[in-house]
């Protein structure tokens, strides 16, 4: 309990101290002011209740009419109140939850979270994308109910408490076993007992729930990711003719989607055993406590009425932990998965990057007995001592599963299981992957990526898609840009990130099996281009082939 109170303090810090929360939080204070003054509507209404029934046991026609009168206007005050209430929630809900998603966005991006957390060894989680989007979107929206509920029932509590008090002046009196026995104010120890009894049975049946919405999410999660990942690589499996292979997978994850969910359902009908009896009858309830006092002629029946909407409000409001159980549940599960995500993207940011990296003081790139391990944990062979000086070209060589593509990602910081020293060039460094990454939007913003594309002049972009062969593709509109994406070969896939690398003009240029799907004449002409229209940029290329187009390139067998 103490572990999960502190991820409601950090998350919920989170939340104000972003950008617009402090305003978020000023909007909490106005909902719990709007709360406080239907404690008072509600104070009213009670006495409303002896008004109106005395009225009418008493066949007094002008005051009964007029109480129907003074009801309406209390019932629009409340109406309103909850209506205003309910807008600046929403508004609430949207700062609060935009503030918690920016949060939870840079922490997974800072010091490349996102890519070290895939490594379970680093603390790696299900579905970051699923707690981003679909946990913070619960953990506001539950917070900013049950928050406000909470403080508003301890105030109305203490409120309805005292009239219930001022009201109960009666005893029950009532003979045990020949023994007489007489209960002073039993209407107002009656509410905490009845409460407290339903609320132990309410808790002893639900405990499950928290564990079982904990799991519903993240099998939500691995079935929603199975999804999407068919959906980027359609025509990969469209070739291969996978359907039945993926239909097997979407049916495996879908089937532990609805497993959990039977779970789920089972226990909120157990659950639902109890509280929705004590739903209906709770509103009845306080009329049969408070009826021995009636038929012995100790209260009007006005004051019947009041005693019992008096009773009514104290147990309701006691009951909130009650009627809000599934809600709490799924609170503390969102709660739990944010706050395990925080951790561990925190932990995978912060991590010191292993080999050793250092910026070197003159522009070179030295690799200083280098060992890496793969993923599953066996070790490489050492890399020895690499220098690689600026301004040259240099072709990496060695056997499949050497470690070259490993050995790249530790020169940019994203191998962290190795030992060594790994010194880098002081100036700018793009590293170009064999798989090209082109991200959402038009053409601009995937060729300008990872700049902006409103920084870049059109004359550029189009000699970059010149220099590279695909100056056919400038002057595409954005949706005609995102059906001719889906139609890219691998090659021109390629040639589209070999002319972003032009774009930026980086000082230091890695390519990893950058050319991979060019044949040969293609690729030297490919290359022949980009060493012109980059002199003074340092190319170390990653190939099984040796690279064709660059004039005086130096081999390093790896």
């Not at 799991?215 to 068919?230: P, S």
């Not at 391990?373 to 050497?402: E, I, V």
Request: proline share 4%; aromatic share 10%.
């Amino acid at each position: 309990m103490k572990a999960l109170a502190g991820q409601f303090y950090r998350l919920t810090r989170l939340c104000i101290i972003g950008d617009g929360g402090r305003i978020g939080a000023l909007y909490f204070f106005i909902i719990f002011g709007l709360g406080l003054a239907g404690i008072q509507i509600t104070v009213r209404l009670i006495a409303w209740t002896a008004d109106f029934y005395d009225a009418l046991q008493k066949l007094d026609v002008d005051t009964a009419v007029r109480q129907i009168g003074v009801f309406f206007g209390l019932i629009a005050i409340s109406a309103g109140l909850y209506l205003t209430s309910a807008y600046l929630r929403k508004l609430l809900i949207i700062r609060w939850r935009r503030t918690l998603t920016e949060a939870m966005l840079d922490r997974w991006l800072a010091g490349k979270a996102y890519w070290h957390l895939r490594d379970r060894r680093d603390g790696g989680i299900d579905n970051p994308d699923q707690r981003i989007a679909e946990d913070c979107r619960i953990y506001v929206d539950k917070l900013t109910g049950e928050a406000v509920e909470l403080v508003t029932s301890c105030v109305g509590l203490v409120t309805y408490f005292g009239i219930l008090w001022g009201l109960s002046t009666f005893p029950l009196a009532f003979t045990l076993f020949g023994t007489a026995i007489e209960i002073p104010r039993y209407m107002v120890w009656a509410a905490p007992l009845y409460v407290a009894l339903a609320t132990g049975a309410t808790h002893f049946l639900g405990a499950p729930l928290k564990a079982i919405n904990f799991e519903q999410q993240r099998r939500e999660g691995d079935f929603r990711f199975a999804l999407t990942r068919f959906r980027e690589h359609a025509e990969a499996v469209a070739l291969a003719n996978g359907e039945g292979a993926e239909r097997r997978v979407f049916a495996q994850r879908f089937r532990a989607v609805l497993d959990n969910w039977r779970l789920l359902a089972r226990r909120e009908l157990i659950l639902g055993c109890f509280t929705r009896p004590y739903m209906q009858t709770v509103l009845r309830i306080p009329l049969f406590l408070a009826l021995p006092a009636y038929l012995a002629g100790k209260v009007s029946f006005g004051g019947l009425m009041q005693i019992g909407s008096a009773f009514q409000n104290v147990v309701t409001t006691l009951s909130w932990f009650i009627f809000s159980y599934r809600d709490l549940a799924e609170l503390a599960a969102a709660a739990n998965r944010l706050g395990v995500f925080l951790d561990a993207a925190e932990a995978a940011g912060a991590a010191v990057a292993q080999p050793a990296m250092s910026v070197a003081v003159e522009d070179h790139l030295v690799v200083d007995d280098v060992r890496l391990k793969t993923p599953g944990g066996q070790w490489l062979a050492p890399f020895g001592r690499l220098h690689f000086s600026a301004g040259g070209s240099y072709w990496l060589s060695g056997p499949s599963g050497r470690g070259k593509s490993s050995l790249l990602k530790a020169v940019a910081g994203l191998w962290r299981h190795g030992d060594g020293r790994i010194e880098t060039p002081v100036s700018s460094i793009a590293v170009m992957p064999q798989q090209a990454y082109l991200p959402l939007g038009g053409l601009r913003a995937a060729l300008a990526y990872p700049l902006d594309a409103d920084d870049v002049p059109d004359r550029d972009f189009h000699a970059a898609l010149a220099a590279v062969g695909l100056e056919r593709l400038w002057g595409m509109d954005d949706a005609i840009w995102e059906e001719a994406r889906r139609g890219l070969s691998g090659g021109e896939r390629q040639r589209l990130v070999l002319a972003r690398l032009i774009l930026q003009q980086p000082q230091w240029a890695f390519l990893d099996e950058a050319t991979s799907a060019l044949d040969s004449d293609s690729e030297a002409s490919l290359l022949r281009r980009l060493r012109d229209m980059l002199p003074k940029t340092t190319l170390v290329i990653v190939s099984h082939r040796a690279p064709q187009g660059v004039d005086r390139f130096e081999t390093v067998t790896l």
